[in-house]
């Protein structure tokens, strides 16, 4: 290698100069192709953000991980993941870039107890697309899973200094956190009616049409209350999001001596946002990680305190009974997934072995059997006659993450995907009741545990868990690699 640099009179540094300056002039230009003329701003700002990536990576990987749960601007009708694809594409490609031009070990691609399933899933991917019913759909679905198991290996390397692991886990926090506020702050301004001067910044335009004119089906904000989003599209990624989040700042409050306050406070915003996002499947995920936060902490938790909880829990459901009921829309039972789960398996008997394609669900379920309930017609259609599209529409999925994939892939996909839940929680339960050290890599192991296995129990009731979404999908593979970069020192 160092000959062929001598041959060309350029030493290491100035090769790689000219790579980066390349690679940064192609994103531009990619940025305005992608982007229209009038939001041209967004791609000076992926330049900008381009020459940060190159000169400072862990500055801009952070800025990525900081930005993930931002899908849309609150009170604004963009969405913004164009930007996202662009930015975690091209850090993906920076550092792929750096490796291939450094001497550094390859440790963490062997060291990746997910190389098989990655192999066999990305070989799977290819083969189904062949029989896709929308290929373009397909391609798009395919770069994201394909850019996610990147991330993995990213990650892998990045994070096996502590240094950077403790500032991810902190940033993830003080996201939530941030997240948080704005769904509560939406949830004032709606169903309270305080701070309405604010609805403008912190309400997407659907909501904010609803509020503003009383604009199509009225009961989105009378059945159950209303549902915050935050800066998602949907409260149920809200939902998801926050409850990966918040088995991490309670196992901090059980490692740290100092600052406990803070990661308090910090834990009761989250709890209070995955309130007012009134996802029935974020408590679901939040009740099982808990589970395991408390079977890990068993012996640091007086019994004192967990009288005191189930008081305060058997008395809050006691008073506030009747708002819990619509609360939680126990009426309406399962919200007509045994309706959409019945569908599914129809279209999976349809083609077993392959699917219709990745990405491809929505689409497919309704052509054939149109919406699951009247409800989700009507908010579709008023979400396209404001804003001009649905993103509704687009991330409708099976509501069970292995249905899902069975009808988009066949069923060795589903198996596939369980595999790799399993492996996991093998290889964390190996570790889980052995004797350790209640030190900060503990205690993100043990947060990472509970939120892996709450999104395992999530995902019988929910399909937008891991890979589906950048926004989901980067943190989630974030989460996982710090459990497996303890379980890899731990082993050693």
């Given at each position: 290698?160092?000959?062929?640099?001598?041959?060309?009179?350029?030493?290491?540094?100035?090769?790689?100069?000219?790579?980066?300056?390349?690679?940064?002039?192609?994103?531009?230009?990619?940025?305005?192709?992608?982007?229209?003329?009038?939001?041209?701003?967004?791609?000076?700002?992926?330049?900008?953000?381009?020459?940060?990536?190159?000169?400072?990576?862990?500055?801009?990987?952070?800025?990525?991980?900081?930005?993930?749960?931002?899908?849309?601007?609150?009170?604004?009708?963009?969405?913004?993941?164009?930007?996202?694809?662009?930015?975690?594409?091209?850090?993906?490609?920076?550092?792929?870039?750096?490796?291939?031009?450094?001497?550094?070990?390859?440790?963490?691609?062997?060291?990746?107890?997910?190389?098989?399933?990655?192999?066999?899933?990305?070989?799977?991917?290819?083969?189904?697309?062949?029989?896709?019913?929308?290929?373009?759909?397909?391609?798009?679905?395919?770069?994201?899973?394909?850019?996610?198991?990147?991330?993995?290996?990213?990650?892998?390397?990045?994070?096996?200094?502590?240094?950077?692991?403790?500032?991810?886990?902190y940033l993830l926090i003080l996201s939530a956190v941030f997240v948080?506020?704005?769904?509560?702050?939406?949830?004032?301004?709606?169903?309270?009616?305080?701070?309405?001067?604010?609805?403008?910044?912190?309400?997407?335009?659907?909501?904010?049409?609803?509020?503003?004119?009383?604009?199509?089906?009225?009961?989105?904000?009378?059945?159950?209350?209303?549902?915050?989003?935050?800066?998602?599209?949907?409260?149920?990624?809200?939902?998801?999001?926050?409850?990966?989040?918040?088995?991490?700042?309670?196992?901090?409050?059980?490692?740290?001596?100092?600052?406990?306050?803070?990661?308090?406070?910090?834990?009761?915003?989250?709890?209070?946002?995955?309130?007012?996002?009134?996802?029935?499947?974020?408590?679901?995920?939040?009740?099982?990680?808990?589970?395991?936060?408390?079977?890990?902490?068993?012996?640091?938790?007086?019994?004192?305190?967990?009288?005191?909880?189930?008081?305060?829990?058997?008395?809050?459901?006691?008073?506030?009974?009747?708002?819990?009921?619509?609360?939680?829309?126990?009426?309406?039972?399962?919200?007509?997934?045994?309706?959409?789960?019945?569908?599914?398996?129809?279209?999976?008997?349809?083609?077993?072995?392959?699917?219709?394609?990745?990405?491809?669900?929505?689409?497919?379920?309704?052509?054939?059997?149109?919406?699951?309930?009247?409800?989700?017609?009507?908010?579709?259609?008023?979400?396209?006659?404001?804003?001009?599209?649905?993103?509704?529409?687009?991330?409708?999925?099976?509501?069970?993450?292995?249905l899902n994939y069975a009808a988009e892939m066949g069923l060795f996909?589903?198996?596939?995907?369980?595999?790799?839940?399993?492996?996991?929680?093998?290889?964390?339960?190996?570790?889980?009741?052995?004797?350790?050290?209640?030190?900060?890599?503990?205690?993100?192991?043990?947060?990472?545990?509970?939120?892996?296995?709450?999104?395992?129990?999530?995902?019988?009731?929910?399909?937008?868990?891991?890979?589906?979404?950048?926004?989901?999908?980067?943190?989630?593979?974030?989460?996982?690699?710090?459990?497996?970069?303890?379980?890899?020192?731990?082993?050693?």
């Open positions: 290698m160092d000959s062929v640099f001598s041959s060309f009179h350029l030493s290491r540094e100035r090769y790689k100069e000219i790579i980066y300056i390349f690679l940064i002039v192609s994103y531009l230009g990619l940025s305005i192709l992608i982007f229209p003329l009038k939001y041209i701003f967004l791609a000076i700002l992926c330049f900008l953000l381009g020459l940060i990536i190159f000169h400072r990576f862990e500055w801009a990987l952070f800025f990525t991980i900081g930005f993930m749960p931002v899908t849309r601007f609150p009170g604004i009708t963009e969405y913004v993941q164009p930007f996202q694809y662009l930015l975690l594409i091209l850090v993906l490609l920076s550092w792929f870039t750096k490796k291939i031009l450094s001497e550094d070990k390859r440790g963490f691609i062997k060291d990746n107890p997910y190389n098989l399933f990655i192999i066999l899933f990305g070989l799977l991917i290819l083969v189904t697309s062949i029989s896709s019913i929308e290929p373009g759909l397909t391609v798009k679905a395919a770069i994201t899973h394909f850019v996610i198991f990147g991330y993995l290996y990213l990650f892998l390397d990045i994070f096996r200094s502590e240094y950077y692991m403790k500032r991810a886990v948080s506020s704005i769904a509560i702050l939406q949830y004032l301004v709606v169903q309270f009616k305080i701070l309405t001067g604010l609805q403008r910044f912190l309400l997407p335009p659907v909501h904010r049409q609803f509020v503003s004119y009383g604009y199509g089906y009225q009961s989105l904000f009378t059945m159950g209350g209303y549902r915050s989003v935050g800066t998602f599209y949907h409260p149920n990624l809200l939902g998801i999001y926050l409850a990966m989040i918040f088995p991490f700042t309670i196992s901090l409050l059980f490692y740290l001596k100092e600052r406990r306050i803070i990661f308090a406070l910090s834990a009761l915003t989250i709890l209070a946002g995955l309130f007012c996002s009134g996802s029935r499947g974020g408590f679901l995920n939040l009740l099982v990680s808990n589970v395991i936060l408390f079977v890990a902490y068993r012996k640091r938790v007086p019994v004192r305190i967990i009288f005191i909880f189930l008081l305060l829990l058997i008395s809050i459901v006691v008073v506030f009974s009747q708002q819990l009921i619509p609360y939680f829309r126990l009426i309406e039972g399962i919200s007509f997934r045994d309706i959409i789960w019945n569908n599914t398996l129809e279209i999976i008997r349809h083609n077993p072995l392959l699917g219709t394609g990745l990405g491809t669900f929505s689409l497919n379920y309704i052509r054939k059997f149109g919406f699951p309930s009247v409800i989700d017609l009507e908010t579709i259609l008023d979400e396209i006659a404001i804003v001009g599209s649905s993103e509704s529409m687009v991330g409708f999925t099976a509501h069970n993450l292995f996909a589903a198996i596939l995907m369980l595999f790799f839940y399993l492996v996991y929680i093998k290889k964390a339960f190996n570790v889980f009741f052995k004797k350790n050290n209640y030190n900060f890599n503990y205690a993100i192991f043990i947060g990472t545990t509970a939120s892996i296995i709450g999104n395992f129990a999530h995902t019988f009731f929910e399909a937008s868990i891991n890979f589906n979404y950048f926004s989901i999908g980067i943190i989630f593979i974030l989460i996982l690699s710090m459990g497996i970069i303890f379980m890899l020192n731990y082993a050693r």
